[in-house]
């Protein structure tokens, strides 16, 4: 029933901006920690940025200070900021959630379906 469904990608030049938004839905109880994963053509799936419930943030080396993740808990949606964008950051970008469910007693782990991004230079 909780489902994640990301949005906002798209094309761009290199330099430019883009926001990506993921908004859980569904019968849902709390979200935890929330992230943004991505993968590149002929690369395996790495971890962009996280947040956690209480708004604690860590970002991949490659993105800091260029991309701003953030949450907002009462529309249970995460975003990511991504500025200066970079040929590099072209791939497919999937919303990640620690989410328990109505009627359930644990977290369990959700993936959004991803959102294509690509920059051209």
């Known amino acids: 029933q909780v489902q994640l469904e990301e949005s906002g990608g798209g094309l761009v030049q290199a330099g430019g901006s883009l926001r990506l938004s993921c908004v859980a839905s569904?019968?849902?109880?709390?979200?935890?920690?929330m992230g943004w994963h991505r993968q590149a053509p002929g690369k395996q799936r790495e971890l962009v940025a996280a947040i956690t419930s209480g708004g604690s943030t860590n970002y991949a080396d490659s993105v800091k200070g260029r991309f701003t993740i953030s949450r907002d808990n009462a529309k249970n949606t995460l975003y990511l900021q991504m500025n200066s964008l970079k040929p590099e950051d072209t791939g497919v970008y999937y919303c990640?959630?620690?989410?328990?469910?109505?009627?359930?007693?644990?977290?369990?782990?959700?993936w959004g379906q991803g959102t294509q991004v690509t920059v051209s230079s």
């Open positions: 569904g019968r849902i109880y709390s979200i935890n920690a």
């Open positions: 990640n959630a620690d989410i328990r469910p109505l009627g359930g007693s644990i977290y369990r782990n959700y």
